[in-house]
């Protein structure tokens, strides 16, 4: 059966002498692996179509039992030259499709999804944001669509607002494995139960709220520093391990690159 779709090319492998393996996010299947045939020959028509971070429109031959389906055409929809070109852009690119890669299902709709990965790559493209604030709030907005979405405004374990938890405290404590900050007397219990937490300044946590309130398209808007969003990166990640059950290549070394959750996270 042919399907016309919407894609993403999230990862690829080189397969014989001329194919290529793709790994792509489509709209109504989810992620998909494609075979193109001689993708790598000159006069093939996949010849500088199938690169990251472009929107494609792709036809592809499905084959009741297999996992494999075979491309038989593509065309690039929307070209993002800027992401590639830039050495501060590309990486942040590459940990939006890594993580569109690890969340995605197949053979399910993934539409919201796929225009949430289209509106972070837009915003790299344009350069009206920095980097680091476009992937920290791709991050929390990814937590939010797959319905991972980390509790800022109350304790995760009693239910007490996020104005009773403070009570003068500089910082916040929270735990992945709660789903969001604890007040102390649950902090407090979840240590007896040898419970892994970490603390992060409330400002960082008012900064979390901010970006996950901010749809992406409107994120330009929001003038955030970048060192701001940097402080909520350690906090984001390490939910997004806990659910995803992996850390990702491109948050860095599995040992050098992760906060320990035994310090503040700064």
């Known amino acids: 059966m042919r399907v016309r779709e919407q894609a993403l090319v999230l990862r690829r492998f080189p397969y014989g002498e001329s194919s290529l393996l793709v790994h792509a996010l489509t709209t109504q299947l989810g992620r998909v692996s494609l075979l193109a045939k001689g993708a790598y020959r000159l006069h093939s028509g996949y010849f500088g179509v199938l690169d990251y971070f ?23 929809q929307t070209r993002r ?48 944001v920095s980097p680091q604030v476009v992937e920290s709030a791709f991050e929390l907005h990814f937590l939010q669509e797959r319905g991972w979405t980390p509790v800022l405004e109350a304790c995760a374990s009693c239910g007490q607002k996020l ?17 969001g900050q604890l007040c102390a007397p649950c902090a407090r219990q979840a240590r007896t139960r040898h419970v892994t937490l970490a603390t ?13 309130e901010t749809p992406l398209d ?49």
């Open 54 to 76: 472009d929107t494609l429109r792709i036809t592809l031959q499905t084959h009741p039992g297999s996992d494999l389906s075979l491309l038989a055409s593509a065309e690039v």
């Open 163 to 179: 104005e009773a938890l403070r009570s003068g405290a500089s910082t916040a404590v929270f735990s992945p494995s709660f789903g």
């Open 200 to 212: 992060l300044p409330w400002s960082a946590l008012r900064v979390a709220r901010s970006l996950l």
């Open 218 to 266: 409107l994120l330009p808007r929001l003038r955030l520093d970048p060192a701001q969003a940097e402080r909520v990166r350690g906090f984001v990640r390490r939910f997004l391990e806990y659910h995803l059950e992996v850390w990702p290549r491109s948050f860095g070394d599995s040992v050098r690159g992760r906060p320990n959750l035994r310090k503040k996270i700064r």
């Open 81 to 128: 030259k800027r992401v590639c070109a830039d050495l501060t852009r590309y990486p942040a690119g590459l940990a939006c499709l890594e993580l569109a890669w690890l969340g995605s299902r197949e053979g399910h709709e993934e539409v919201g999804l796929f225009l949430l990965v289209e509106k972070a790559l837009d915003l790299l493209e344009s350069g009206q």
